[in-house]
C-alpha cells in the first residue's frame, strides 16, 4: 500500500503525511505508556483530551494511540490495522475534521452540527471488527458553539466500547463542560534531538538549510520546523533573532530594514516572523516571573509588551491593517522594553 500523502485536510502541510499515515510516533513516550497502561488495566476513560501547543503532535499521538487500542482490543494483526489506518478505511477508526466544501472548492471553516450527526449516525450504525470504536476529532478548536453542544450531548452518553479523543490547540477556549467529561493529557514541546529525527524522516533538505538553525528556530515544534525547512527565506527568520538576543544589532541595524525584508519574502516568512517576536515575549515574561526578587518594574514593562503586541496582531487580521506598521510597532516596543530592562528605569505604558 503506497505512503504518499493523501491530500484530506485543511492546513496539511505539502508533501507531509497526513497524522493517520505517520508510522513513527516520536516523543511524548511518558503519556502514550501511561494511556496504555490504562488500557491493560481495563482503566481507558471514555473520553481523552490531548492539549497543547499546536504542531507538537497530538493528532499523530492520537492515531497511534489509536492503532494500540485497536490492537490490544481486538484481534486484529496489527499490520492490517496500520494499513487500514494510514488508509482510512479501518471500520471501528472515525475521525472529525473540518470538512471539505460540497459545492466549491476548499473547506468549511468550522466543524458544523452536521458533521457531527454524520459522526452519530455512523457510529450508530457500526458493523466493524471485534474491538473497541475510536472517534478522533482533530481539532474541538474548529467545533462551532451548536457542534460543540452536539457533542456535548455525545459524550454524555457515549455509547459502549466507544473512546473518544480529542484534540486541542487551546483548552482554555473549550466549554467547561466538555472539559469536565474528560481525562486532561497535556502534551509538551519536543527536545532538539527528536526535532532532528523528525526532520531526517522527511525530505528536509541539508543542503539549503541548516539543520542547527532550523531546530534552533523550532523551539520544539515539530510542525514548525517542517515549515521552516521548506521556506526559502530562513536567513530572514535568523536575522530576526540575532536582533533580539544582541544588543549590538539592536544598536547598529534598522528594524525598519529588517521589516522591509521580511515583507518581501512573503506571507510564509512573516508568519514565522510573528511567531519568532511573540514566542521571545512570552519566553522574557516567564523568566521575569520566576526572577527572585522578582522586578517589578520589568515585569510590568513585559506585561505591557505582551498586550500590546497580541492586539497589534489580533486588530491585523480582523481589520486588515498595514502589516508593515503592525510589524515595526512591535519591533519599537520590545525595544523600548529592553532599554527599560538594561537601564533599569520605572515602567512606562507602552
Known amino acids: ?91 471501528n477508526l472515525f475521525t472529525l475534521r ?34 473497541y470504536k475510536i472517534c478522533i476529532i482533530d481539532a474541538i478548536d474548529d467545533c462551532n458553539i451548536n457542534s460543540a453542544n452536539a457533542l456535548l450531548k455525545i459524550l454524555e452518553e457515549p455509547p459502549k466500547d466507544t473512546i473518544f479523543i ?10 467547561p463542560t466538555i472539559r469536565s467529561r474528560t481525562q486532561s493529557v497535556a502534551l509538551r514541546t519536543l527536545s532538539n534531538a527528536q526535532l532532528s529525527q523528525i526532520l531526517q524522516n522527511t525530505n528536509f ?12 528556530l523550532a ?8 515549515q521552516i525547512s521548506q521556506l526559502e527565506g530562513e536567513e530572514i527568520l ?14 547598529n541595524s534598522s528594524h525598519i530594514d529588517l521589516v522591509s525584508t521580511i515583507l518581501k519574502a512573503g506571507s510564509a516568512e512573516e508568519s ?16 521575569t516571573a520566576i526572577q527572585t526578587p522578582i522586578n517589578k518594574n520589568h515585569l510590568a514593562s513585559i506585561t505591557n509588551l505582551w498586550n500590546k503586541s497580541q492586539n497589534l496582531f489580533d486588530e491585523a487580521d480582523i481589520y486588515n491593517l498595514d502589516k ?12 523600548t522594553h529592553l532599554e527599560l530592562v538594561t537601564n533599569n528605569r520605572s515602567v512606562e505604558l507602552i
Open 272 to 287: 514565522f516572523a510573528k511567531d519568532i517576536l511573540l514566542d521571545w515575549i512570552a519566553s522574557e515574561a516567564k523568566n
Open 1 to 91: 500500500m503506497s505512503d504518499k500523502p493523501i491530500e484530506r485536510e485543511l492546513d496539511q502541510l505539502k508533501g507531509i503525511n497526513l497524522p493517520e499515515q505517520t508510522k513513527l510516533l516520536i516523543g511524548h513516550e511518558n503519556e502514550f505508556n501511561m494511556l496504555e497502561k490504562q488500557i491493560v488495566d481495563n482503566r481507558l476513560p471514555s473520553a481523552i483530551l490531548l492539549h497543547g501547543i499546536r504542531g507538537i503532535g497530538k493528532a499523530t499521538f492520537a492515531f497511534a494511540f489509536a492503532r494500540k487500542i485497536l490492537h490490544i482490543t481486538g484481534n486484529e494483526q496489527l499490520d492490517i490495522i496500520n494499513q487500514q489506518v494510514r488508509a482510512g478505511v479501518h471500520p
Open 324 to 335: 508593515k506598521q503592525v510589524l515595526i510597532s512591535t519591533f519599537d516596543a520590545i525595544k
Open 219 to 226: 523551539k520544539g515544534v515539530p510542525r514548525r520546523a517542517i
Open 205 to 216: 533538505d541539508l543542503e539549503s538549510h541548516s539543520l542547527q538553525n532550523t531546530i534552533d
Open 238 to 251: 535568523i536575522k530576526i533573532q540575532n536582533w533580539l538576543n544582541s544588543a549590538q544589532q539592536r544598536l
Open 98 to 131: 473540518i470538512s471539505a466544501h460540497e459545492k466549491i472548492k476548499g473547506f468549511y471553516s468550522a466543524i458544523r452540527i452536521e458533521d457531527v450527526r454524520e459522526l452519530q449516525r455512523k457510529i450508530r450504525l457500526f458493523a466493524g471488527v471485534n474491538a
Open 166 to 175: 480529542l484534540i486541542s490547540h487551546s483548552i482554555g477556549s473549550i466549554l
